[in-house]
Every structure is written in C-alpha cells, then in structure tokens.
C-alpha cells in the first residue's frame, strides 16, 4: 500500500519567517503534486514535479522533489497571513494518493 | 465557468435518511475521483472512475456508499440510511492525462450533516 507522510502536521509561525514542510514516502511516484486549500473550499493546484531533484519556485514558495522521487518538501521564505491554509501533497502511483496534509498558520 | 461543480453546496439530513452528491465534472477530463474529509482532516479515497473501466471502489466505508458515473461525465455517490459520522465535506476531482502525468482539479465540495 502507497502512504504519503506530510510533517509537521501543524504549523504556527510569525508573519516573516521561514519554513518547510515535508512530504515522505518508501514508494516511488511518477510525479507528486502540492495543493493548498482554504476553509471552505477544495484544493486547488500549486505544483507539480516529475522529475528527480527538480526544483521549482513559485513566488516565495520553493517545491523540491527527491532524487529518488519518494519524498519533497515545500519551503515558503517570508510567510505571510496569506499563506495560511491547509498544504496537501499527493502522489501519482498506482493512482493518485494524498497526504493527510499540514495546516499551516501565519500570525500577522 | 469552466471547473468542477458540485451540488448541493450544503447538505442537512436526518440520521436514516438517503442523500445523493453530485459532480459535473470537466468537460473532456476522463478521469474522476470522491474524497471525504472531515473536519481539519486530509483526503479519504472513496471512488475512482477511468473512463470505462470498472470503478475502483476500493475506498468505500461501508456499502451504504455506492456511485456511479453516467455517460462518462456526471457522477453521483449515494449515502444510504446515513449515520451521523458520515457528516463530512465530500470533494470530487476529476482530471486529465498529458505526458503520462494526471492533474486534478477540484470542485468546492459538498458540506454534509446528518443529525
């Protein structure tokens, strides 16, 4: 069975700061993909990475992919309140799985 | 517009009762997906429809929980005799395939209560 790790599972931070988060799996996908989703809505896209040890940026936010295509993180450098939400990632394997995702809070 | 729509928005129901979920998904997009999430909670599978393959209904909680997809387009899942741990926000998702990698999109989601 395919499982997605996210950590921490919550997140309180001060408006400014730094942060990662991770996503981690003994499975191998094809690609893994990052969504955010706000209180009362579904998840929207952010990212998608395919290859090993891909970086891609989006703004502040930093998506990496591992070498072997197991695991990723998401580093957001100067957090704003913005950035609260619930940060999801998911696996395409087998079929598509999720994490059980990290709820992240900016203190203005 | 042009997303994933789900209806209804919000759903209020008494223990025992049938409700029925739906979702219009993208028009073209093969593939479509049921979540559950509880509160603060991440993603359930419940049901994955591949075009005209059999369902993968390995998510199922029980089978008061059924769903089919009509014509390839829109999907209902049914809750029969509902229960009150059955309230949850049911998404759905369908998605597309492009150089072998599968993008989701999702509706907003169906807010359900049962009392």
């Known amino acids: 069975t395919q499982l997605l790790e996210q950590s921490p599972q919550f997140l309180s931070i001060q408006e400014g700061e730094n942060l990662t988060v991770y996503c981690n799996s003994s499975s191998v996908f094809s690609s893994l993909q990052w969504y955010r989703q706000e209180p009362g809505e579904g998840p929207v896209l952010l990212v998608t990475v395919v290859t090993g040890g891909e970086v891609k940026k989006l703004k502040r936010l930093t998506f990496q992919f591992g070498d072997a295509r197991k695991d990723s993180s998401l580093h957001i450098t100067a957090a704003q309140p913005g950035d609260t939400g619930l940060y999801l990632c998911?696996?395409?394997?087998?079929?598509?799985?999720f994490g059980k995702g990290t709820r992240l809070h900016i203190l203005p | 517009g042009a997303g994933v729509s789900q209806s209804p928005s919000n759903k209020v129901t008494e223990k025992g009762k049938d409700v029925e979920l739906r979702c219009d998904p993208i028009s073209g997009h093969t593939a479509l997906y049921w979540y559950r999430q509880s509160l603060g909670q991440g993603l359930e599978f419940l049901i994955y429809f591949q075009g005209n393959s059999a369902p993968d209904k390995s998510g199922l909680p029980s089978d008061r929980f059924s769903a089919e997809r009509t014509g390839g387009s829109v999907s209902t899942l049914t809750i029969q005799r509902t229960q009150q741990e059955d309230s949850a926000v049911y998404l759905c998702?369908?998605?597309?395939?492009?150089?072998?990698?599968?993008?989701?999109?999702f509706g907003p989601g169906t807010r359900l209560l049962v009392l």
């Open positions: 998911a696996g395409d394997g087998d079929k598509i799985i």
């Open positions: 998702a369908s998605s597309f395939q492009r150089g072998g990698q599968e993008t989701q999109y």
